[in-house]
C-alpha cells in the first residue's frame, strides 16, 4: 500500500509503498510527552522504504523513562510535530506517527504497549459505558 502523511506546516512529508508491520497503541511516558496526547499510535513500516523529505527535520534523542533503549524521535522543527520514531533495538524499522498520515482509514491497532502506564482512565473500567457521540457533545 502507498503510505503518505504530512508534518502539521507542510514543510516535512513522507512516503513508502509497503505494508504495515504492525499497528500498535503505545503508552510511554515519552510518547505520550512528545506528542501531548495521552498515547501514540504508531505504524511500523520497513526503514529502508521511508522517504522522508524536509529542511525543518531534525531529531531528538531520547533515552530512559519506561523504555531503556534509545529512541530517535524524528520531528519538523517548524511546527513541532512529531513523525518518526527509531528504536535502537529494532532500527530496521520506522515507527510513524499516525496522526501525521494523510490516510488513517484502514489503520486496526493490533496491540498496546506500556499499558503499566496507560491514563487510568484510558480503558473504561470493567461495567462501566462511556457514552459515545459521533458528531461531538450531545445536544
Ligand atoms: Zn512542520
Ligand atoms: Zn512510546
Not at 35 to 61: H, Q, W
Not at 96 to 124: C, M, Q, R
Request: proline content about 5%; glycine content about 8%.
Amino acid at each position: 500500500m502507498s503510505i503518505t502523511g504530512h508534518c502539521l506546516c507542510g514543510n516535512v512529508t513522507y512516503s513508502a509503498d509497503v505494508e504495515p508491520i504492525m499497528v500498535a497503541i503505545c503508552h510511554c511516558d515519552h510518547c505520550q510527552r512528545q506528542s501531548g496526547a495521552p498515547f501514540s499510535l504508531n505504524v511500523a513500516i520497513d526503514r529502508s522504504a521511508l522517504k522522508l523529505e524536509g529542511d525543518s527535520l531534525k531529531t531528538y534523542e531520547t533515552k530512559g523513562g519506561d523504555a531503556d533503549n534509545t529512541r530517535e524521535r524524528i520531528f519538523c522543527s517548524n511546527c513541532g510535530s512529531p513523525l518518526v520514531s527509531i528504536l535502537a533495538e529494532a532500527d530496521d524499522m520506522a515507527f510513524i506517527k499516525a496522526g501525521t498520515l494523510d490516510d488513517t482509514s484502514t489503520l486496526a491497532p493490533e496491540l498496546e504497549v506500556y499499558t503499566d502506564n496507560a491514563h487510568p482512565w484510558f480503558h473504561a473500567a470493567d461495567g462501566e459505558e462511556r457514552g459515545l457521540f459521533p458528531a461531538g457533545l450531545p445536544t
